[in-house]
């Protein structure tokens, strides 16, 4: 058997890789690296077939690992502004951290839908129970809190839940994506990424906003009927919310909103039914007036005039209101103030701020436009009255 020397056997390999590349790529002489680099460019090729997908998973979950390490700070940030505030106004006597970590995991199980009847009066139902219970768990921590502080601070949770819900969900998603190397469950989670974190941010935003009573950017329809009740007498009715009798262009407006200047939104479907059942008859137009969900392109605080119940939620209250709608025949009319989802749980831009006397001058216009003089009409600004007296 006769030995072949290492560096005879690496010149053969060299020499027949060279061969064979020049015969694939049509390439010249031993100088000619066009050839040698259409040769590996093709192994490359080959290569992705089998591993580009594991390879773009792979930098998929990189970006997603390092969103998730930010949605994470975001959400401890919340945690620890909300404990600091609850310290700082509720002066509680004892450790609160537990019991605020406790009502950070709090869920809401909603109505069995199997058979649809009857289901609104029982989410109705659920959403009092938990309303009161966080009501409950807040006082508990901050024996020294006045009602308006209490809504504030409730708020102010409300918001370290959202962003401690944000986190857990991508988490989830994440982990389950790196365990099975899913591409697509992979590729969805980024896709919405920035989505999400520009909705955690907001909710950053708003935990300070809600800390120190400040007015944000749903507060927009409470904001414009303040201004319209401003130096009448307001009353309360059902659930937290206010009206007072308004006189406008020779018609009765009777002017509607959350009680502020805590953040509370109150319940306005059954304010809504409680005036007009008092008002049987009378009510020629309801006009409510709301933030509404801008696209993009469009101005923040630009002003739109529509039709139907302008309330968000889960639609208990719109479908109270539409119930005694439909009863009574009467029209309604909605008045929105558009803005991005993250202004919405902001502290208020002074875009939208401004925005309130635009709103005013439509309802005004449409009150002339849709109702006769000695009408008696309803108008309802509609959102979290934080930092909105009447």
């Not at 020049?22 to 077939?49: H, R």
């Not at 994470?72 to 940030?77: C, D, G, P």
């Not at 009319?333 to 558009?338: D, E």
């Not at 919405?344 to 309130?356: G, L």
Request: aromatic share 8%.
């Amino acid at each position: 058997m006769t030995l072949i020397p290492i560096s005879d056997s690496i010149t053969q390999l060299t020499s027949n890789i060279q061969i064979h590349s020049n015969q694939f790529f049509g390439g010249g002489g031993s100088g000619d690296w066009t050839s040698y680099i259409g040769f590996f460019m093709y192994i490359i090729f080959f290569f992705m077939i089998f591993y580009g997908q594991r390879i773009q998973t792979y930098v998929m979950i990189r970006d997603v690992e390092n969103n998730l390490h930010k949605l994470k700070f975001i959400k401890e940030e919340g945690r620890k502004t909300a404990i600091e505030t609850l310290k700082e106004v509720g002066k509680p006597t004892m450790d609160i951290s537990p019991r605020v970590d406790r009502y950070l995991d709090y869920f809401t199980i909603g109505p069995q839908g199997m058979d649809p009847a009857g289901i609104v009066s029982k989410l109705d139902h659920i959403l009092d129970v938990r309303d009161q219970r966080l009501k409950d768990e807040v006082k508990l921590m901050t024996p020294e809190c006045d009602e308006v502080q209490l809504n504030n601070m409730e708020n102010t949770l409300e918001a370290a839940m959202a962003l401690n819900y944000l986190y857990k969900v991508v988490r989830h998603y994440y982990i389950q994506g790196k365990k099975t190397m899913s591409l697509y469950i992979i590729m969805q989670l980024q896709m919405i990424l920035p989505l999400v974190m520009k909705e955690a941010e907001a909710y950053s935003a708003a935990l300070k906003a809600f800390a120190y009573g400040q007015p944000i950017g749903d507060s927009v329809g409470p904001l414009i009927a303040g201004k319209l009740m401003r130096g009448y007498e307001a009353r309360k009715v059902h659930k937290d919310c206010v009206v007072a009798t308004v006189p406008i262009e020779g018609r009765t407006a009777l002017i509607m909103k959350a009680e502020g200047p805590g953040g509370n939104v109150g319940k306005p479907g059954d304010a809504i039914e409680t005036i007009i059942e008092e008002n049987e008859g009378k009510i020629a137009m309801l006009v409510m007036i709301d933030a509404g969900l801008k696209l993009e392109g469009e101005a923040v605080g630009e002003v739109s005039e529509g039709i139907g119940s302008a309330i968000g939620g889960p639609g208990v209250d719109a479908f109270k209101i539409e119930e005694k709608l439909v009863k009574y025949k009467i029209p309604i009319n909605a008045v929105i103030i558009k803005e991005d989802i993250g202004d919405a749980v902001s502290p208020m831009r002074k875009e939208i701020h401004d925005a309130a006397d635009k709103a005013i001058e439509r309802v005004r216009a449409l009150i002339l436009e849709r109702t006769k003089e000695g009408d008696t009409l309803i108008i309802f600004g509609v959102g979290n009255s934080i930092g909105i007296g009447q």
